[in-house]
């Protein structure tokens, strides 16, 4: 067993020789390393040894227990309090809880309650020394190679791997990675489904030579992270400062295109602010067809079958298990929104019924126009009255408005994105639902934050435009004056006198 560090202080002698001496410390994990019979000597000798727990009676003269406790919260130490104290001292004992004490043992100590109370400390210390081993490790990893190791912490933050508390750490260490006003562009790139299938001897060299010839053209002007998708496209994430630089992109994907003797296909998101914007423009770029479907729009899903080619293994037999995965998703997804006509149904029993005797490339222009009769279905739906369904993500919606209230960029179509809903659909289930339409909706949140936010006594209009998202102030204040009769100078002095 490691022994930890205990520091044992009592500002009575004989009390303070008997703790030290009358317990095995040893077996409970520790080693007394040092002892104070003061509160002001208490504080030296844990400033100098450095303890892991601190065993210190609460009533002292001059310096108390709680003082103690205090005075070593200013510091960068950080060792476990177990305080003593007698009945007459029970509110002291609730005080030192307060400062975080990790427990109180009343005078005199049962050893049976010492010792529980040692073996809690001992592990809560232990468990605190492996997460900051763990942390050093995981710093020194990414001071040691911050751009490989970036590369790969990025791609598992899109996967879903690593939290986005973690990721603000990494982007902590390194600093300077993400700075204020920075943008991200995703880019899904890759080659034609039609040249996969058709030409699979020429597919992955064709494929190197694009990869390559983009790798080139970006690193020339921008700095990004690439990777390939479990699917099997590559996305390049580009971070940039200028909204003008989605333009840049696409000429340069028209250039490479032309360049290519091979098809070229890409999506390209639009720019998004800081670490959230990294996932908001991966999602963007990367479009699947069972969201194409329940958004009921075709250019979406002509995009996603395309992106489902990347995701084809080389093996025929292999790929139409793929294809046939897709339609079971997209089957579910269908009688759990708004249902299927009996029409639809005979088709997909069809398909699953024939799936065997077509090839990958009839097995794909099959199920896109199944799914293709599937949105044509769905929008007749959505024309003839609103359904339940639409109802119950208007909740949801809200509550992504209400959680993104500060981005500039937040529109009926991102929220319509969010859950999954055409947004001329989205729009009038909004307007029918809330008796008002998404923008008037928008602004009166926005101003009833920015009201809150001034009444709570926010110091700077500067923070009120940034927290509700209109950068501009001039034109805050216009909208503010509009929406409450008066300037937010003038609304501010309101809650001042």
């Known amino acids: 067993m490691k022994l930890l560090k205990l520091v044992i202080v009592d500002d009575e002698p004989i009390l303070l020789q008997g703790l030290v001496k009358t317990y095995n410390w040893n077996e409970m994990g520790f080693e007394v390393a040092g002892q104070a019979q003061s509160g002001e000597q208490a504080i030296e000798v844990i400033k100098k040894v450095k303890p892991h727990v601190v065993l210190t009676d609460i009533?002292?003269?001059?310096?108390?227990?709680?003082?103690?406790?205090?005075?070593?919260?200013?510091?960068?130490?950080?060792?476990v309090f177990i305080v003593l104290s007698a009945y007459r001292d029970f509110n002291y004992a609730q005080q030192a809880c307060d400062l975080g004490a990790y427990a109180y043992l009343?005078?005199?100590?049962?050893?049976?309650?010492?010792?529980?109370?040692?073996?809690?400390?001992?592990?809560?210390?232990?468990?605190?020394?492996?997460?900051?081993?763990?942390?050093?490790?995981?710093?020194?990893?990414?001071?040691?190679?911050?751009?490989?190791?970036?590369?790969?912490?990025?791609?598992?933050?899109?996967?879903?791997k690593i939290s986005y508390e973690k990721m603000q750490e990494v982007f902590a260490i390194?600093?300077?990675?993400?700075?204020?006003?920075?943008?991200?562009?995703?880019?899904c790139v890759d080659l034609d489904l039609t040249y996969k299938i058709?030409?699979?001897?020429?597919?992955?060299?064709?494929?190197?030579?694009?990869?390559?010839?983009?790798?080139?053209?970006?690193?020339?002007?921008?700095?990004?992270?690439h990777f390939e998708k479990a699917e099997g496209c590559h996305v390049f994430l580009?971070?940039?400062?200028?909204?003008?630089?989605?333009?840049?992109?696409?000429?340069?994907?028209?250039?490479?295109?032309?360049?290519?003797k091979s098809p070229v296909t890409a999506s390209i998101s639009k720019p998004y602010k800081g670490l959230d914007g990294i996932r908001r423009s991966y999602e963007e770029a990367g479009l699947t067809i069972v969201n194409a479907v329940r958004k009921n729009v075709f250019k979406e899903l002509k995009q996603a079958f395309i992106a489902l080619i990347y995701a084809l293994p080389h093996e025929e037999e292999l790929q139409i298990r793929y294809i046939h995965k897709v339609m079971l998703q997209a089957e579910m997804m269908l009688n759990d929104t708004y249902g299927m006509t009996e029409k639809l149904q005979k088709q997909f029993r069809n398909y699953y019924s024939n799936m065997e005797s077509l090839t990958a490339a009839q097995a794909v222009d099959v199920s896109y126009r199944i799914l293709g009769?599937?949105?044509?279905?769905?929008?007749?739906?959505?024309?003839?009255?609103?359904?339940?369904?639409?109802?119950?993500?208007?909740?949801?919606?809200l509550s992504y408005i209400s959680e993104h209230l500060q981005d500039e960029e937040l529109s009926i179509v991102h929220v319509a994105t969010q859950i999954y809903l055409n947004p001329v659909y989205f729009g009038r289930v909004f307007k029918n639902t809330f008796h008002m339409t998404f923008k008037k909706y928008l602004l009166q949140q926005r101003m009833e934050k920015a009201k809150r936010l001034i009444q709570d006594g926010c110091e700077s209009i500067g923070t009120v435009c940034e927290q509700v998202g209109i950068s501009n102030a001039?034109?805050?204040?216009?909208?503010?004056?509009?929406?409450?009769?008066?300037?937010?100078?003038?609304?501010?002095k309101d809650y001042e006198e």
């Open 59 to 79: 009533r002292m003269k001059q310096i108390s227990g709680l003082m103690v406790m205090e005075e070593i919260q200013k510091t960068e130490l950080d060792p």
């Open 106 to 160: 009343l005078k005199p100590i049962e050893e049976n309650k010492l010792q529980e109370t040692m073996r809690g400390a001992y592990q809560t210390c232990m468990e605190k020394l492996e997460s900051e081993e763990r942390y050093e490790s995981w710093e020194n990893m990414v001071r040691k190679d911050s751009t490989s190791f970036l590369q790969v912490v990025v791609q598992k933050y899109l996967q879903n």
């Open 174 to 187: 390194l600093k300077d990675v993400i700075e204020e006003g920075d943008r991200f562009i995703a880019i």
């Open 198 to 225: 058709t030409d699979a001897l020429n597919y992955e060299a064709a494929r190197l030579e694009l990869i390559q010839s983009l790798e080139e053209k970006f690193s020339e002007r921008y700095f990004f992270w």
């Open 238 to 260: 580009i971070k940039t400062k200028e909204n003008a630089t989605v333009r840049e992109i696409a000429q340069i994907l028209d250039q490479v295109k032309k360049e290519q």
């Open 373 to 397: 009769e599937a949105i044509e279905e769905r929008e007749k739906y959505a024309e003839s009255g609103e359904n339940k369904c639409a109802k119950e993500y208007m909740t949801v919606a």
């Open 474 to 492: 001039s034109y805050f204040s216009h909208l503010f004056k509009e929406y409450t009769g008066k300037l937010p100078s003038e609304y501010k």
